[in-house]
Structures are given as C-alpha cells and as structure tokens.
C-alpha cells in the first residue's frame, strides 16, 4: 500500500529545496541523478545516489514523510556510507533499557546478548541497564569499546508508573552522565530481541519508530489518547508511533522525555491517565516535533502479525509477553 504519494515526494526534493535539515542538489559527475545530504547537527551526513532508485527500490512501502524525513526500509540505502561517516565522526551511542521486578530474568540476558551481536556494531556503545535488582543482571561478554552500567531504581507499584516513570529517570541520566560522553541516545522496551542488522543507518537527530501494528492501518484506527482531560489528546497525527524504540541526539532525547513526564506528572494531577501510558505522550510529542527519521517496523517486528509481505529483514522482533505473569500492580 502507498501511503503517500512518492512522487510527489520525489518532485518535491527535486526542486533543489532547502526544508528543514534536507538539502539536495543535482549532481554534477551522475546528471540526472540526485546526491543527498543532510546535517545532523553538526555532523554532515552525505548519502550519494538515486533518490528515485531508493524510492523505486521499496515501492510498496512509504519511503519519506511528508516534510521530508526519511522511513528506513531495508533496500533503499547502502548501509556501508552511513557506518563510514559514524566512524569518521566518532559517533557514540548510549541505550537506555529497564529491568524491574520480573521483567529482569524474563528478558534482559536475551536482549543484551542479542543486542551484542547486531546493535551499532563498530561503535562505542554503552548499555545504561536500570533495575531494582542490581545484583541479578546477567555477566554478559561485551565487544571493545562496548560497557555496560547498572542503575538501581525503586520499583513502582503499578506496571503503568514502572514505563512511564522511565521518562524521568532518562532525563536524569542524559543530564548527569550521557551528555558528557555520547552524542546519541536510544531508548528500549527490554522484551524484545535483535535479530538483524540495527546499525547507524537508525542514528538521526530524533528518531521515532513505526508501530508494528498500525503501519498500514487508516488514521482513524490510531490508539491516540482521546480524552481531552490528558495532556496526551491529539485528535489527530501523523503515524502511530511505537514507545518501543525512540533516539535521537541526547539534545532532542532529553527534550522528548522531558515534554512526556511534564504531560504525565500534569495529568497526575489532574486524576486522569493517558490511554497508553507514555506511548500516548511519545505520539503527542512526535505530532509536535517532528522526527527528523522514522524506523520501519522492519526494526521492531510482531511475528504474530501475517502479512509480513513488507518485512524483508526483521532486525528486531517482539519477545512473547507474558503479562499476566510478569507485571504487578
Ligand atoms: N518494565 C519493567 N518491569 C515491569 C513493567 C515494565 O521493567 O514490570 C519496563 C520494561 O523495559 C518494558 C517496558 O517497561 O519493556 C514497557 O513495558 P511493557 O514492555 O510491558 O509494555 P508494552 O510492550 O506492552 O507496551
Ligand atoms: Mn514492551
């Protein structure tokens, strides 16, 4: 299904525009084809080719949003030209993942391990592991240049304040450690697994993922808050974006969860509870601030789901939940 009109997408980059951090240019050595650039920041990302060849490569699939930013599908890039640039720039990346009560043995060696085999390779990367139960993470045999720190946290009460009151306590560890020492940061669900290249190809200024679920389906079915008593209603957006996975520059990050646990504190106060918890508030944000890139659900698939026609590499999937087991409150 084509969400957008590519095309129109093309002629629009086409006309040599400058929109937002996008610039594009006809390239001199291959007339009639397109070099792309664009800044990251500081960081000057160039991708040389065909911005018609990468849409015409994934044609069933929405390549680019509407302001431009592009959805990351297997086939339209040349992976290699995004970890040459990384490299050369020094880029780093923290992860921010959370284990509480039994969240921790049911999935966190699975996800560091496999995370080891297929996250960011080549670049420093560091897992900031957050549990009540230090003492309980895994020994896991980490690469050069790979670390991991463990963070206790106390263990709220319901599973509902256990993910949102994530927010905070990432805005807190942007603030006192990963601003000084990465330029990125991604945020994970800890009940999934790599199994696929996850590479710096994900790496952008904010970066927002697809959700599994809701890709294809017509705006009106997205789980958006809808009480107008949250800070989270919106009667409308874009995409439905899944809390799974978000990233970005620790800038934008730190703002993300900084705007998601004043939404979240204000509508404590307020005796209301958004529909889906921090995800109603990540939705919100995202409508507000647009991500500079978008993760296709090829980054964090449901294998339950049959129709996998668009899904040619899965590089992350779901682990199975088991709620009624693992969550208290
Ligand atoms: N989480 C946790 N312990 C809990 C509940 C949640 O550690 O008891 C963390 C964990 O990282 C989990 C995330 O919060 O992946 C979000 O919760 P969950 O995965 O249950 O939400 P869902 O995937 O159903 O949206
Ligand atoms: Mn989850």
């Known amino acids: 299904m084509i969400l957008e009109n590519q095309e129109g997408a093309y002629s629009a980059i086409t006309q040599n525009l400058t ?123 980490l690469a050069s240049q790979r670390n991991i720190k463990v963070i206790q946290v106390q263990k709220h009460a319901r599973w509902q304040d256990i993910s949102m009151m994530r927010m905070r306590t990432i805005s807190e560890i942007i603030e006192s450690e990963i601003r000084h020492k990465f330029r990125y940061v991604f945020c994970f669900d800890v009940d999934q697994e790599f199994k696929g290249r996850f590479g710096s190809e994900a790496l952008g200024d904010s970066v927002a993922l697809l959700h599994a679920h809701y890709y294809k389906l017509p705006k009106a079915q997205f789980t958006y808050d809808r009480n107008p008593k949250s800070k989270a209603f919106m009667e409308t957006g874009d995409f439905y974006y899944h809390a799974a996975i978000f990233g970005g520059l620790w800038q934008n990050v730190k703002h993300l969860v900084d705007a998601c646990y004043l939404g979240i504190i204000e509508d404590k106060l307020n005796n209301v509870e958004a529909l889906w918890h921090d995800e109603s508030h990540l939705n919100k944000y995202f409508w507000i601030h647009k991500p500079s890139k978008l993760l296709s659900p090829e980054y964090c698939w449901d294998q339950s789901i049959s129709d996998k026609r668009d899904i040619l590499v899965t590089r992350l999937v779901w682990a199975p939940k088991h709620y009624d087991t693992l969550r208290s409150g």
């Open 19 to 141: 929109y937002r951090r996008y610039t594009t240019k006809r390239s001199s050595k291959q007339p009639g084809f397109l070099r792309v650039s664009w800044h990251e920041n500081k960081t000057q990302l160039s991708v040389s080719g065909s911005v018609r060849a990468q849409l015409k490569r994934r044609p069933l699939v929405q390549t680019f949003t509407s302001w431009k930013a592009p959805v990351i599908w297997e086939g339209m890039f040349d992976f290699n030209l995004f970890d040459q640039r990384h490299a050369e720039e020094n880029s780093s990346v923290a992860l921010t993942v959370f284990a509480v009560g039994r969240y921790l043995d049911a999935y966190l060696k699975t996800f560091l391990t496999s995370a080891e085999q297929h996250f960011m390779l080549g670049l420093p990367v560091t897992y900031y592991v957050f549990t009540d139960s230090p003492e309980k993470v895994p020994n896991i045999t």
